[in-house]
C-alpha cells in the first residue's frame, strides 16, 4: 500500500526565505506523485507533478520539486517566499484509482 | 470550461435532516471522488466512482450515500444528518477511468467545497 509523509504541520518562514516542505513516500511501484496548493476557503489546486522523465520538476508560482528516488522523498521548494505563498501544501502519490494523500503542511510567511 | 462545480458553498442542518450535495465536472474526466477535510485530519476519501455506473467506498463512507448520475454528476446524500459530519467537502474529477493502464497518473481537479455545519 502507499503512504505519504508530510514533515511538519506547520512551517513558518519570513518573506524573502527559502520554503522548504518535506515529503516522503513509500510504494511498492513506481510512484507518480504530486503537491497540490489549497488557498483559505478555496479548493485543492495542483502545484507541480512527477510522473516519468526529469526529476526536478517546475511548477506554477516559482515553486519545485526533487524526486529522489534513494530517499523516497518528493521534497517542495522555492528560494524566496512571498505572502501569497500563505496555504497549505498537500502532497500526494497517485497511479491508482485512489491518490494518497499526505495530512497537509501549512505554510505561514511573515512579513 | 468550468471545472468541478459544487453546490451548494454552505450549509446549516439540525441533527437528523438529509440533504444532498451536488457535484458536477465538464471535463469528460472517468473517476470522481467526495472528500472531507478535518482540521488536522487532512483530506479523507467517502466515497468514489471510478467510472460511470460504478461506485466504491472510501475510508470513511458510514452516513453517506453516493449516486453516480451520469458521466459528469456525483453527488453526495447524508440520510441522517449527525454534527460528526460537520465538515467541508471536496469533488475532485481525474481523467483514469476503468480502461486505464497503470501508466496513467491520477491527477485531479478539486471543485471549491461545500462548508457543512450540522447542529
Known amino acids: 500500500a502507499q503512504s505519504v509523509t508530510q514533515l511538519g504541520s506547520h512551517v513558518s518562514v519570513s518573506e524573502g526565505a527559502l520554503v522548504l516542505l518535506r515529503c516522503n513516500y513509500s510504494?511498492?511501484?513506481?510512484?507518480?506523485l504530486f503537491w497540490y496548493v489549497q488557498y483559505p476557503n478555496q479548493g485543492l489546486q495542483l502545484l507541480l507533478k512527477?510522473?516519468?522523465?526529469?526529476?526536478l520538476v517546475k511548477g506554477i508560482n516559482g515553486f519545485e520539486a526533487e524526486f529522489k528516488k534513494s530517499e523516497t522523498s518528493f521534497h517542495l521548494t522555492k528560494p524566496s517566499a512571498h505572502m501569497s505563498d500563505a496555504a497549505e501544501y498537500f502532497c500526494?502519490?497517485?497511479?491508482?484509482?485512489?491518490?494518497?494523500f499526505g495530512r497537509g503542511t501549512s505554510l505561514i510567511v511573515h512579513p | 470550461n468550468a471545472g468541478v462545480t459544487q453546490t451548494p458553498k454552505f450549509q446549516v442542518l439540525k441533527t437528523g435532516q438529509s440533504m444532498t450535495l451536488q457535484c458536477a465536472q465538464d471535463?469528460?474526466?472517468?473517476?470522481m471522488y467526495w472528500y472531507r477535510q478535518d482540521p488536522g485530519m487532512g483530506l479523507r476519501l467517502i466515497y468514489y466512482?471510478?467510472?460511470?455506473?460504478?461506485?466504491d467506498k472510501g475510508e470513511v463512507p458510514n452516513g453517506y450515500n453516493v449516486s453516480r448520475l451520469n458521466k459528469r454528476e456525483f453527488s453526495l446524500r447524508l440520510e441522517s444528518a449527525a454534527p460528526s459530519q460537520t465538515s467541508v467537502y471536496f469533488c475532485?474529477?481525474?481523467?483514469?477511468?476503468?480502461?486505464?493502464?497503470?501508466?496513467?497518473?491520477?491527477?485531479?481537479?478539486f471543485g471549491p467545497g461545500t462548508r457543512l455545519t450540522v447542529l
Open positions: 471535463m469528460n474526466h472517468n473517476s
Open positions: 510504494s511498492s511501484v513506481p510512484p507518480y
Open positions: 500526494a502519490s497517485g497511479g491508482s484509482y485512489i491518490p494518497t
Open positions: 466512482s471510478a467510472s460511470e455506473g460504478t461506485t
Open positions: 475532485a474529477s481525474s481523467l483514469r477511468g476503468t480502461s486505464g493502464s497503470y501508466s496513467s497518473y491520477n491527477e485531479q481537479f
Open positions: 512527477y510522473t516519468t522523465g526529469a526529476t
